[in-house]
């Protein structure tokens, strides 16, 4: 078999080789705590298309592994290195190539950042509108990969709404386009669908074709306490019952104000059950309708502007969740479970109880307008009883989700983190043809082995 270093050398500049074992590692994880990575034989960084089919063609020629990477923000061990693979990182690949205000989409490199995107359409009045909270550190390439969702899904959607083609290099060299440049089309099966969400198990997106919306007017901003978390259920059905339209609507839970105030001080109301902090914009309604609804259901402070910079800053105690968890637990383990909207009572009352028989901290946040909740389950890596407790009640939330008719990964992908739970969501007739699938694209399963299916 061929030596993988010397079939690259003779492909590809050596700059874009590296083996250095600190540089490395540096790309051999993602943000998964919980996940063991193996050790990478090297990292390659192309910077054209041409110098991925160069890549893929000198790992076909040594039969080696391919682990595609973005930024490295995902949360599932999705990018995590596998023994002796060879990393692909398009993080050299970050142009926005296109932006067609006729047509209303951008042509971008993988490795451009989801904000960098962001900020070149809304220069032109456009707007991209997925919006993971990672968005000023993950990838598009990342996000079309993962299928990445976000805080404005509840009115637009996830990523697959927004990709209408792809570049995608297979695993053999070959290139294909997937998609097309008219807004309308029938022609053949939806193979762009299928790459999205796909955790680089099927090809390397090399290029990506996005909808764009018209900008659409500044959002207004309102925070609503609540005492009580089944009020606050009932505050959020009542405003999707009574056809109101937010474009944000998180809950922040008491566990997740404490952590945040402590370290980002925002004089935030820590006695109250749960936050919920949403945006709309007058497009749809005023504010004040929805806020009317949350006093109705006994909100207990309510807070409302159509200040846009005062509403980035209340969407600030949202963002900050993440990082303040980590500075109260070098560990944390996040979930990514959803269910339909008038569920979320009981996804959130069953947490709390597994949180309190395991004896485990579990600040509960997320997307309370998509049902899509992020139970974070904190510990001490060292604590081996702890780390024991984490796994229990994170195999418990799983199921209780499932229980509730909901999804075990609403938008951070399976990767290794649950891949041994997929077989109680997917029944087996489909997994095996989700996995003919994926032997059809990568017979000799090079592609991000032992990940996602
Ligand atoms: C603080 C924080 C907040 C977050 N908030 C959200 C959120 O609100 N919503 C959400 O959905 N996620 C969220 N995430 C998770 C993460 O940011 C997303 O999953 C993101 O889409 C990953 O993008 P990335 O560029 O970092 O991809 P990576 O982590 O590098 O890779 C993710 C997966 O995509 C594959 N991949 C990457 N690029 C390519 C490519 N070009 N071709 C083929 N496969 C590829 C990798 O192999 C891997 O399977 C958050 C993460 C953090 C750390």
Redesign the pocket.
């Known amino acids: 078999m061929a030596d993988l270093l010397t079939e690259l050398r003779e492909r590809l500049p050596e700059a874009r080789i590296k083996t250095d074992p600190d540089v490395v590692l540096a790309y051999s994880h993602?943000?998964a705590h919980f996940e063991r990575h193996g050790t990478a034989a090297v990292l390659v960084s192309p910077q054209s298309t041409d110098e991925v089919v160069a890549a893929m063609k000198a790992a076909e020629a040594a039969n080696a592994i391919v682990?595609?990477?973005?930024?490295?923000?995902?949360?599932?061990g999705?990018?995590n290195a596998i023994d002796g693979c060879m990393i692909l990182s398009?993080h050299n690949m970050a142009e926005v190539l296109e932006i067609d205000r006729t047509n209303r989409m951008a042509r971008v490199q993988?490795?451009v950042i989801n904000s960098e995107l962001k900020k070149a359409v809304a220069s032109v009045g456009l707007y991209y509108p997925p919006?993971?909270?990672?968005y000023e550190?993950?990838?598009i390439?990342?996000?079309?990969?993962?299928?990445?969702?976000?805080?404005c899904c509840v009115k637009y959607g996830?990523?697959r709404d927004y990709v209408i083609g792809l570049e995608?290099v297979l695993v053999n060299g070959d290139v294909i386009r997937t998609g097309r440049k008219t807004l309308k089309s029938t022609t053949g099966l939806d193979l762009t669908g299928l790459f999205v969400g796909?955790?680089?198990?099927l090809?390397?997106?090399?290029e990506i074709t996005v909808k764009l919306e018209p900008a659409p007017s500044p959002p207004e901003t309102a925070v609503a306490y609540f005492a009580e978390l089944p009020q606050c259920g009932q505050a959020i059905t009542a405003i999707f019952d009574r056809g109101l339209q937010p474009t944000v609507m998180e809950i922040i839970d008491r566990a997740s104000l404490e952590i945040v105030e402590r370290h980002y001080p925002m004089d935030l109301d820590t006695d109250a059950a749960c936050l919920i902090l949403m945006q709309a914009t007058a497009e749809d309604q005023p504010i004040s309708e929805l806020v009317e609804i949350c006093e109705e259901f006994g909100a207990t402070g309510v807070f409302h502007t159509t200040d846009p910079d005062e509403g980035e800053q209340l969407l600030e105690v949202r963002r900050r969740i993440?990082?303040a968890l980590e500075k109260v637990s070098k560990h944390y383990l996040p979930e990514d479970v959803a269910v339909t909207r008038e569920r979320l009572p009981e996804l959130l009352s069953g947490i709390t109880e597994i949180a309190e028989r395991n004896e485990v901290l579990i600040p509960v946040f997320g997307?309370a307008g998509d049902g899509n909740m992020h139970p974070s389950l904190v510990f001490d890596i060292d604590d081996e009883d702890e780390v024991r407790r984490v796994r229990k009640a994170f195999t418990e939330i799983v199921q209780l989700a499932l229980d509730l008719g909901g999804t075990l990964a609403a938008?951070?992908?399976v990767?290794t983190l649950k891949r041994e739970f997929i077989e109680d969501e997917i029944d087996p007739i489909h997994l095996a043809l989700q996995r003919e699938l994926k032997a059809t694209f990568d017979p000799d399963n090079r592609l991000?082995p032992g990940?996602?299916l």
């Open positions: 993602d943000r682990v595609p990477r973005g930024a490295g923000t995902g949360l599932t999705a990018a398009v993988p490795g919006d993971p909270a990672s550190m993950s990838s390439g990342g996000n079309v990969a993962t299928n990445a969702g976000g805080l996830v990523t995608v796909s955790e680089g198990l090809g390397i997106i090399t993440g990082n997307h938008e951070h992908g990767g991000n990940k996602g």
